[in-house]
């Protein structure tokens, strides 16, 4: 397939598990991606296989966002995707009333205003002219209360909020910049392998144990692959999806479908 071909990606967290496969998912499809993150050894590398380019960047900065958009513009000409993928789990020591202000601030400060950031300033030239795609990585918690990590499912549930609303704005005046959110459960990534170390070293279970009881309530019974979160991103972000917009996409293995057993 060549869905891609002759557009450009911005992705951001692309040095991450979700973010690295949709890189790579993307490039493999003939997109020429722009690789953000703050990980640079790993961005650079990702970039040489893909035949990409990284650039440094701290998505809850305004400064560095428009730095990245104007040296993609430059170099690339146009940007016809964006993958908002960076994000951090904060301390998953401090969940309900535990949770301090500066973990509530320094988690909204990455996942939810980094996501506004870069919709706001890729939007603005999407918008220009008249077309484009953004995916911004919410989660299932999004759906869901989540006191053990109320400062992370506030900044999910933000995503969504910002992403349907955007997804109005970017249908006016007969423009056709599409927004969508996509809401993985529990993947196979740095992230969640800290969250089964944590339970593990918490509850003085095995990492056998501590994976079996951290997937016990996902109906498929296991962690899903970021591969199967690249191919939701994909679809929003190919033309197969041009008439999709301002919609959530769970991958999530049935994770949060309600069950009356
Ligand atoms: P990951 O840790 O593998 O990747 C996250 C990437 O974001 C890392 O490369 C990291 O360096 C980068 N990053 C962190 N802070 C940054 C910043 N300020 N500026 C730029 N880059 C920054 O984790 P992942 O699982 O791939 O997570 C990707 C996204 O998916 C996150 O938004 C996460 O909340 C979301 N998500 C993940 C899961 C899951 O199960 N893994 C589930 C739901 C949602």
Redesign the pocket.
Known sequence: MSRFAGKVAIV?????????ATVRRLASEGARVVI????RA??EALARETGGLFLS????SEAEWRTVVDRALEIAGRIDVLV??????GNIAEGGLETSYENYRNVL???LD?TFLGCMTVMRHMMAIGSGSIVN?????SFMASPSGLA?GIS?AGVEQLTRTLAIVGARDGKQVRCNSV??????????DSIVESYAAMTGASPAEAEAAICADIPFGA??E?ED?AAMIAFLASEDARYVTGSQFKVDGGWTVPSAG
């Open positions: 951001t967290g692309g040095a991450g598990g979700l973010g690295g953000t993150d703050l990980a790993a961005g960047h701290d998505v809850s908002n993928a960076a994000g951090i789990e400060s990455v996942n980094g990585i919410s989660s299932a918690v992370y999910k809401h993985p459960g529990v993947i196979r990534t740095r992230m969640t962690r899903g970021p979160v």
